[in-house]
């Protein structure tokens, strides 16, 4: 019996003759939360409207709680809360009266559950606003409350940071965090925000084009990420040139017309700052870094960035 509270086996999605989603294989542990990462269109929401079931699988197979959702639908997804793209409500209801609705077509047993999801994500219970009225990052919380209303085992969340301010992100990471090491959740999360992902994820899944590239744990990632010299300068093509003849087979990449990074740590940074300083090269900083997330990906990517 594995750990695993979502599995899927060479999962695939076709539209007429774009492929959409290509032989993924996700493997998400239980009581963690794992962070799919890839640019829009790169098919995050489309893996995860089939493991909800709300589009069709072309080939593959998805395994929720160690079964097949074919033919046990009615068994596993109530065990499931989710949010997907826009959240869909009424509205000219209220937030409340929008819950109130949805935890009843659950049959939500809980009495204190509508008020309690609400506080949970920082709304009003009983207020008068409207939902046409919510922002962006209201609409995003009123979501969430939906689906964490019920008390579910798991949690899928597309984007569920989209519109929030930054306050607003570092509770519902909190929040998160809270749900998956104090009352055991899993959660599989969506978002364009690498940063966040890099602080709230234990596990990531890099989908670039509709294929994963890579699945790893945070700490794995961690391990494997290189630290290097950040120099910023007048010109690195120049700059470049100079560091060959200086320094031989030196290990270095080119950001753009100023930014450059060197990999060996070992070199003698004072000897490589003289070195462009005596050719006429600006140096106006150095520092040592360790790569990022967004580093990774866009190596991984092939130098594409994240939107």
């Not at 929401?45 to 080939?59: A, E, Y």
């Not at 590239?213 to 961690?222: A, V």
Request: proline residues 3%; hydrophobic residues 35%; glycine residues 10%.
């Amino acid at each position: 019996m594995n750990d695993f509270v979502i599995e899927t086996k060479q999962l695939t999605k076709i539209y007429g003759e774009q492929t959409a989603v290509s032989k993924v294989n996700l493997h998400v542990k239980k009581g963690r939360i794992y962070g799919l990462l890839g640019r829009n269109g790169a098919g995050k929401t489309t893996i995860m409207k089939m493991v909800l079931g709300l589009t069709s699988i072309t080939s593959g197979e998805v395994q929720l709680f160690g079964k097949n959702i074919r033919g046990q639908e009615k068994r596993i997804y109530p065990r499931i809360g989710a949010i997907i793209e826009t959240p869909g409500f009424y509205p000219n209801l209220t937030g409340t009266e929008n819950l109130e609705i949805f935890a009843k077509l659950r049959g939500t047993s809980r009495p204190d559950a509508v008020k309690n999801a609400l506080e949970v994500v920082g709304l009003p219970y009983k207020d008068k606003k409207l939902f046409s009225k919510y922002s962006l990052g209201m609409k995003q919380r009123l979501g969430i409350a939906n689906a964490i209303m019920h008390d579910p085992e798991l949690l899928i969340l597309d984007e569920p940071i989209n519109g929030l301010d930054p306050i607003g992100i570092a509770e519902i990471r909190k929040f998160l965090q809270d749900l998956s090491k104090e009352r055991g959740k899993t959660i599989l999360i969506s978002s364009h925000i690498l940063s966040e992902i890099d602080l709230l994820a234990d596990d990531i899944g890099i989908i670039h084009e509709g294929n994963l590239l890579e699945e790893s744990s945070m700490d794995e990632l961690r391990k494997k990420n290189q630290k290097y010299v950040l120099f910023r300068v007048s010109s690195t093509a120049t700059a470049a040139r100079i560091l060959e003849q200086k320094c031989g087979g030196v290990k270095y990449r080119i950001e753009d017309d100023n930014v450059m990074r060197i990999y060996d740590m070992d070199i003698d940074l004072s000897m490589v700052n003289q070195a462009f300083i005596t050719n006429n090269i600006g140096v106006y900083e150095s520092s040592v870094c360790d790569e990022s997330l967004e580093d990774y990906f866009k190596e991984i990517t092939g130098g594409v960035g994240i939107a």
